[in-house]
Each structure stands twice: as C-alpha cells, then as structure tokens.
C-alpha cells in the first residue's frame, strides 16, 4: 500500500500542473546629459529602450512578461554644471526567471550615448527586487 502511494504521489507531481511564479527585476541605464537638452528626449529614449527591451522579451518566449516600463530620474542642473546624469530604470514586473536569457549581445542596441549600470552583476544587469516581487505571471 506504501508503494502504491508513493507512487501516485510521485506521478501526480510529476504531470500536475505547476503554478508558475515570476517575479520583478529592474535594470538600469545612465547617459550624461548637457542641461541645454531637454528631459522630454531623455524620457523619450527611455520609453524607447523599455519597448525595445520589451518586444524582445516577448520575441523571446515573453520572458520579460508583457508588462515593461522605464521611469527616468536625471540630476537637478543647478548652479554652473554644463553636464548632468540620468538614468533610465526598466522594470520587468512578469519576469519569467526560469527561462535561459539570451546573450547581452543580443539586446536591442540602446541609443546614443546610454550604458547599462551594472552589466557583469551576473544577471545580465537585472536587479531582483526581492520577496515582495513575487508574482503571477502574465
């Protein structure tokens, strides 16, 4: 009788339907910016590279989810600096870590002048944004 529910119990694991968890990772970009230039370009840039990162995430089994977005932060341009920094953080908030993420190389190329923050953090540059980042997938 043991054997016989050891083995139920290990085919009803085995082909049961798993509930699949993603969870939220951000990652992060910055460009220095000459305070002539507006922030609307910088944010359209960012809105540029959270598509961009987006529609290769779904041309690549939607392993970022479908829900991707890019908030810009740049430094006040006070006093005398010609140059100030931005970043652009992207979020993933479906991110599907189960799955094998291409290459950095493979990314769509962002645009001028914006680098990745943290590209040999051993995550391809995301950031966990941990426990509470827990959730369904979309």
Known sequence: MRGFIFVSTALIAAFAPVTEACVQRYVEYSREKPCSLGNDV??????????????????????????????????????????NYCSCTVTAWRFREWMHE??????????????????????YGWVDRGKEGTVNCD
């Not at 540029?48 to 810009?72: C, E, F, P, Q, W």
């Not at 950095?104 to 995550?123: I, Y």
């Open 42 to 83: 910088i944010d359209q840039e960012c809105r540029t590279i959270a598509r961009d990162l987006r529609n290769y995430g779904i041309s690549h089994g939607k392993i970022y989810g479908g829900d991707v977005d890019g908030k810009v932060d740049c430094r006040a341009c006070d006093g005398t600096p010609s140059i």
């Open 102 to 123: 291409p290459p950095l190389s493979q990314r769509p190329k962002l645009p001028n002048g914006w680098e990745m923050v943290f590209p040999d953090n051993g995550n």
